[in-house]
């Protein structure tokens, strides 16, 4: 049971383009949303949050965007860099609990 | 260094044997939490500490998976009785316990079960 999808699992992009990565969502329990990004051999790196109560946050190059009626969430990255080539994680939490639901990934390349 | 620190880097062992792997959060977060990641798979939720009280614990921690962090600093987790499914990385993360706060990972300990 996916409760967090990420359909896509790669993506490849120019450098200086937009890369938009998407996620949907089942359980509409969940309240807190999280991006995180990973290198090979390291642990996951916090990207950026969005808690339900908005539909927008940004932070610099990097904003993500929540549809809870369609129950999506995207990351846009703009302009894309080839050090943004990384395998890219949605999370999500339900309030009360610690527990993160990630998604299965995408792996996103930024070509110079 | 002052990030989230697990040994081994990498473990491989026989099938049947114990293993138990070591995580040292940030010296000031009170919040310690064990995924365990497969490959193509995102991480999964293992268990969580605030301090050195046990709080959440996910299905996927079987009877053979155990967890402690007995003085509300560093955390193990051992498997006893190992199986080929068991083989993943292991990731720990810390944090210091504020609502919806992100969570520090270390880079993990990657476990080969033979």
């Known amino acids: 049971d996916q409760q967090v999808k990420q359909n896509s699992p790669s993506l490849s992009v120019q450098e200086g383009r937009i890369s938009i990565l998407n996620c949907d969502y089942t359980?509409?329990?969940?309240?807190?949303f999280l991006w995180y990004k990973k290198y090979p051999a390291e642990g996951p790196t916090f990207l950026i949050s969005i808690s339900s109560i908005k539909d927008k946050n940004e932070d610099g190059r990097f904003t993500v965007f929540l549809n809870k009626s369609a129950k999506h969430l995207s990351l846009h990255i703009v302009p894309s860099q080839p050090g943004d080539s990384a395998v890219y994680f949605c999370a999500a939490k339900v309030g009360g609990s610690e527990k993160l639901v990630f998604g299965k990934g995408t792996k996103l390349t930024v070509n110079p | 260094d002052t990030g989230v620190s697990q040994n081994p880097r990498h473990k491989i062992t026989k099938r049947g044997q114990n293993v138990t792997f070591r995580c040292d959060p940030i010296?000031?977060?009170?919040?310690l939490y064990w995924y365990r990641q497969t490959l193509g798979q995102g991480p999964e939720f293992l268990t969580y500490?605030?301090?050195?009280?046990?709080?959440?614990k996910s299905r996927l921690l079987s009877d053979r998976f155990s967890a402690e962090r007995p003085k509300g600093s560093f955390s193990t987790l051992e498997i006893q009785r190992t199986e080929q499914g068991d083989s993943a990385m292991y990731l720990c993360?810390?944090?210091?316990?504020?609502?919806?706060?992100?969570?520090?990972f270390g880079s993990g300990t990657q476990l080969s079960v033979l």
């Open positions: 010296s000031e977060h009170n919040r």
């Open positions: 993360a810390s944090s210091f316990g504020v609502a919806n706060e992100k969570l520090f």
């Open positions: 500490f605030q301090n050195e009280a046990q709080l959440e």
């Open positions: 359980n509409s329990m969940f309240d807190y």
